[in-house]
């Protein structure tokens, strides 16, 4: 019997993770990769990040991936909660100068910002906060997401988990100490039934903190260069 891939590069069995021609970028999270299909971060896709709130650990997630893009192709982060703070990129070894911040005035513009962002075609990575969004939206930002080669990221809030999502890949994110419970919602594969912690503390730095003491992850204070400008986009 020939295996479903060998018929379509689209077809996979339920008990088993899908697989393509293209490998996918790897997350930099050993644990993570075994259980998303082709081995990483599906590029050409539409990746969905459900949280409780912003800075819980989202872009830690994201660092590895995001490190291993050109450095020739910009990074953009469209509408995103915060100011992005450069030392805390320069911190995680990413480069301020990849970034690209779409501050739009309008949800509705933020959407045409994030489609034109993906047919064009020219970033490594889009990140994209999208509190409040129709499933008509979401569908054209699935296609215009197969139509690049970009990693594509939405984030949206932890209470649409229940809602129906185009998205071919969904993560639930939720803060654990010392690191990120990931729980892998939907997935071109059979069904993930128990979340993943993610560490994002080396044991060596563990050792060293009081187990009568949390880690407190304060917020950097951000550069005068990164202030809001409009039009959006500012590198």
């Known amino acids: 019997m020939l295996s479903p891939e060998l018929i379509h590069p689209a077809l996979w069995r339920a008990t088993q993770l899908a697989r393509s021609a293209r490998r996918g ?52 982060l469209v509408q995103p909660p915060h100011v992005p703070h450069l030392a805390c990129w320069q911190g995680w070894r990413l480069n301020p100068g990849q970034l690209l911040w779409v501050a739009p005035e309008r949800p509705l513009d933020a959407l045409w ?21 129709r499933p008509e939206s979401l569908r054209r930002l699935h296609l215009a997401a197969q139509m690049a080669d970009t990693l594509c990221f939405v984030l949206r809030p932890a209470t649409v988990a229940q809602q129906a999502s185009p998205a071919p890949l969904r993560l639930a994110l939720s803060p654990a100490s010392g690191g990120l419970s990931v729980h892998i919602l939907k997935r071109r594969g059979p069904a993930c039934t128990q979340p993943l912690f993610l560490d994002f503390e080396p044991a060596r730095t563990r050792e060293t903190v009081s187990p009568d003491h949390a880690p407190l992850d304060r917020r950097l204070p951000a550069l005068s260069a990164t202030r809001r400008r409009t039009p959006a986009l500012v590198s």
């Open 113 to 133: 910002a994030t489609e034109q962002i993906l047919k064009h075609g020219s970033c490594g990575a889009l990140l994209c906060w999208l509190p409040h969004v």
């Open 25 to 76: 970028i790897p997350t930099g999270y050993a644990a993570l990769s075994a259980q998303l299909p082709d081995g990483g971060w599906p590029a050409g896709a539409l990746i969905e990040l459900l949280m409780p709130h912003a800075g819980i650990g989202e872009i830690r997630l994201l660092q590895p991936a995001l490190a291993q893009l050109d450095s020739r192709h910009p990074i953009a």
